[in-house]
């Protein structure tokens, strides 16, 4: 393993773990992932509000057995792709180690931190857009 691919994995790590610590356990799901985990129930191509993306997934997620792990661990998952995304572009700009930890270390560190934590098409909206 390189030194690139040993920093990448660490700030993917990073990525998840800060996702599952940063959430007090004795607060509840927020009341739109009730909402979108609900919309598991009746699966459609979508909805006014939502994308249905969302509603497949909050499917796999009760297929999964609905728990507070699976709820956290798809946005944690669309996060840590971001990351790798913005990686990936800043290697194809040629971008040294400092660039690759500074890009890295804005995505691990920012609105999208909070953006991540949450069961809402958010997370998968920032990840599309980026792979765009």
């Known amino acids: 393993?390189?030194?690139?691919?040993?920093v990448l994995t660490g700030f993917i790590l990073a990525k998840f773990i800060l996702q599952y610590i940063l959430v007090n356990p004795e607060y509840e799901l927020q009341r739109d992932?009730?909402?979108?985990?609900?919309?598991?129930?009746?699966?459609?191509w979508g909805y006014i509000s939502?994308?249905?993306?969302?509603?497949?997934?909050?499917?796999?997620?009760?297929f999964l057995g609905?728990?507070?792990?699976?709820?956290?661990?798809f946005p944690a998952?669309?996060?840590?792709?971001?990351?790798?995304?913005?990686?990936k572009a800043?290697?194809?700009?040629?971008?040294?180690?400092?660039a690759l930890v500074l890009?890295?270390?804005?995505?691990?560190?920012?609105?999208?931190?909070?953006?991540?934590?949450l069961h809402q098409p958010n997370s998968l909206d920032v990840l599309c857009w980026t792979a765009f």
């Open 66 to 73: 609905n728990s507070i792990f699976w709820v956290r661990f």
């Open 33 to 44: 992932e009730f909402l979108h985990l609900d919309q598991a129930n009746h699966l459609a």
């Open 90 to 98: 800043t290697e194809a700009l040629k971008g040294n180690m400092f």
């Open 1 to 6: 393993m390189t030194n690139k691919t040993i």
């Open 103 to 117: 890009g890295a270390t804005c995505i691990l560190f920012s609105a999208l931190l909070r953006l991540n934590i």
């Open 77 to 87: 998952l669309f996060g840590a792709i971001t990351l790798l995304l913005v990686w």
């Open 50 to 62: 939502v994308p249905p993306v969302t509603s497949w997934i909050s499917g796999i997620i009760a």
